[in-house]
């Protein structure tokens, strides 16, 4: 798969697992749409979910490559939902039936037949934030698929322990890029994806249509 330059981004985390992350990236989409984006990376996704247990894959990242996309943190949660939708459609789910509870404890993403983590990386962070780009005007989405955690769970098949957990927040505060612990160990998962712009303010409901945009992709 593409090369999407999202390689600064993981040399740059402070998260302990990201240097050994075994990730993939799907061609950068230029245009304007993320529905579009996500209906056109939907078969790749489709193809990583099929390998992703015999290769030890760890996520599969979509950049866009449109400055607007990623300009502010509403046009991110616009984004992040088209997109989501666009990747539903195209993996043969009902958009409206799968997010319609995604505000709910417990909830995840379900996409070809497993459950997905999401992050999004974009260009409204700040350089202090986890999500910040690092002077990339693209946004990008890192799919991961949840039982990979298990690999870093100890014992496996367990979440990720709480000292572990703490010891990926001392590095990100260390690095100047502290992140919202309190969301982090919550059980919405969801309101992790997109995070807001600094720890303690409100979670990012990007499940829903923002004010400005219509109901319907």
Not at 170 to 193: I, V
Request: charge should be negative; proline fraction near 10%; include cysteine.
């Amino acid at each position: 798969m593409a090369d999407n330059g999202f390689e600064p981004i993981r040399r740059g985390s402070a998260c302990p697992f990201a240097a050994r992350a075994r990730t993939e990236a799907a061609p950068a989409y230029p245009g304007t749409e993320p529905y579009e984006a996500g209906l056109a990376a939907g078969p790749l996704l489709a193809d990583f979910a099929r390998r992703v247990e015999d290769e030890e894959l760890d996520g599969l990242v979509l950049q866009l490559t449109d400055p607007g996309l990623g300009a502010t943190l509403d046009a991110v949660a616009t984004t992040v939902r088209k997109t989501v939708i666009g990747l539903l459609a195209a993996t043969g789910s009902d958009p409206d039936a799968e997010l319609a509870h995604a505000g709910a404890d417990g909830w995840w993403l379900r996409l070809a037949g497993i459950r997905w983590f999401l992050v999004v990386f974009a260009p409204c962070y700040p350089g202090t934030s986890p999500r910040s780009t690092r002077g990339s005007a693209s946004t990008f989405l890192l799919l991961q698929p949840v039982h990979t955690f298990d690999r870093h769970a100890t014992p496996k098949g367990t979440v990720i322990a709480p000292a572990v957990r703490e010891r990926i927040r001392d590095a990100h505060h260390a690095a100047g890029t502290p992140y919202d612990s309190e969301l982090a160990q919550g059980t919405t998962e969801a309101a992790k994806f997109v995070a807001a712009l600094s720890p303690g303010d409100p979670p990012v409901t990007w499940w829903r249509p923002r004010p400005t945009e219509p109901e319907r992709t």
